[in-house]
């Protein structure tokens, strides 16, 4: 296999041209999958650090050696049953989060075209809340409630930018007054609770990763193994799609299909996530950027993007239980406070730039 670098002022760094004698040629960014590894093995220390974390510590070896099978039965106990489940719904719920922020934000062709500004986290909310308000229903009934949320506010918001194609800031805008919709109506819905549904409510739209167990797992994995391996298949149109409609038709990638199947995508990995976990803010609109700027690489970066979320959620996560002394925070407040942060950040860039 001879390799041949296409950027020829950063050698080792930059995107190469892998061709086989048989004349198949792959395109691989170094830097890029030098990025993902090193995320890789940041979100599995983070996720062993957070699993021998609590009340039993346990060390970082002897976890390890649990996840393997030689723990002793109290290990097991605490570390398969106990805690795993938690770090698993962490790890999957940024994963799609950091996914479908990259989607939207590249669909958008927008810095601030995430879940959490286009609403789809308050719609997901909104289904939620009525299955738990309404029907006092069960976790299962939660999850298809916040995944029907969810699809009915991205149709909403598709429908509404829609005129001869979704675009931009149209897309950011409506997306706005959807959020704001969504959000009245969850508030009306709070209102209208008893006090223990309430209860459950208001601390589960903080989102939160207390109490997660398998049940919570299975479907979620189910989604991501589902919808993950498709958008990233269709990374190719959404990178041409970056070069503009006209173009990207002139080069045979069918625009409105492959737009509709990754916002189908990543509507449908946010509602799952939203389910899982509650509305945890910030990590979708944050995780796409930082990997952006790892990368440093202009494409939608959907993989590193993913591996960004996954990162970034468990480590709030430890954080929420670590530096707050005997209480403990829900992981939404920490991933809230410094999202809202970067978010005044990058509004004021992208204000210098000229952009808004």
Same mark, same amino acid.
């Given at each position: ?69 030689? @723990? ?40 601030? @075209? ?8 308050? @719609? ?211 991933? @809230? ?20």
């Amino acid at each position: 296999m001879k390799t041949v670098d296409e950027d020829k002022t950063a050698p080792g760094s930059g995107p190469r041209a892998l061709r086989t004698p048989g004349g198949l040629s792959v395109r691989l960014d170094v830097r890029a999958l030098v990025v993902v590894v090193l995320l890789l093995l940041a979100a599995f220390a983070a996720s062993v650090v957070l699993i021998g974390t609590g009340d039993f510590p346990i060390s970082a070896g002897d976890v390890v050696r649990t996840l393997f099978g030689e @723990g002793n039965p109290g290990q097991e106990l605490i570390v398969n049953e106990l805690r795993l489940p938690r770090v698993l719904v962490g790890l999957l719920v940024g994963a799609s989060l950091g996914l479908g922020g990259a989607l939207f934000q590249a669909v958008s062709r927008n810095p601030l @075209g995430s879940p959490d500004v286009l609403g789809l986290g308050q @719609g997901a909310t909104a289904g939620a809340l009525v299955m738990i308000v309404l029907f006092s229903g069960s976790t299962t009934q939660v999850t298809l409630g916040a995944l029907v949320g969810g699809l009915v506010t991205g149709a909403a918001i598709y429908l509404l930018a829609w005129r001869r194609g979704v675009h931009g800031y149209r897309l950011v805008l409506v997306g706005i007054g959807v959020s704001a919709v969504a959000t009245a109506v969850n508030g009306y819905l709070i209102t209208k609770a008893d006090f223990v549904d309430a209860a459950r409510a208001v601390v589960w739209m903080t989102g939160t990763l207390d109490g997660r167990d398998w049940k919570q797992v299975w479907p979620l994995l189910v989604l991501v193994c589902v919808f993950v391996p498709l958008a990233l298949g269709n990374a190719r149109g959404l990178r041409m799609m970056e070069m503009g409609d006209d173009v990207s038709h002139a080069l045979g990638v069918r625009v409105e299909r492959v737009r509709l199947v990754l916002m189908v995508s990543a509507v449908l990995l946010t509602a799952a996530a939203t389910a899982a976990a509650g509305p945890v803010s910030f990590v979708a609109l944050t995780a796409p950027q930082l990997a952006r700027r790892l990368t440093r690489s202009p494409g939608p970066n959907l993989l590193p993007s993913l591996c960004m979320g996954a990162a970034l959620l468990v480590t709030a996560d430890w954080v929420s239980q670590r530096l707050f002394g005997d209480g403990q925070l829900p992981v939404g407040v920490v991933t @809230g406070v410094l999202g809202g942060v970067y978010l005044l950040w990058l509004l004021v860039t992208e204000r210098k730039a000229g952009r808004i």
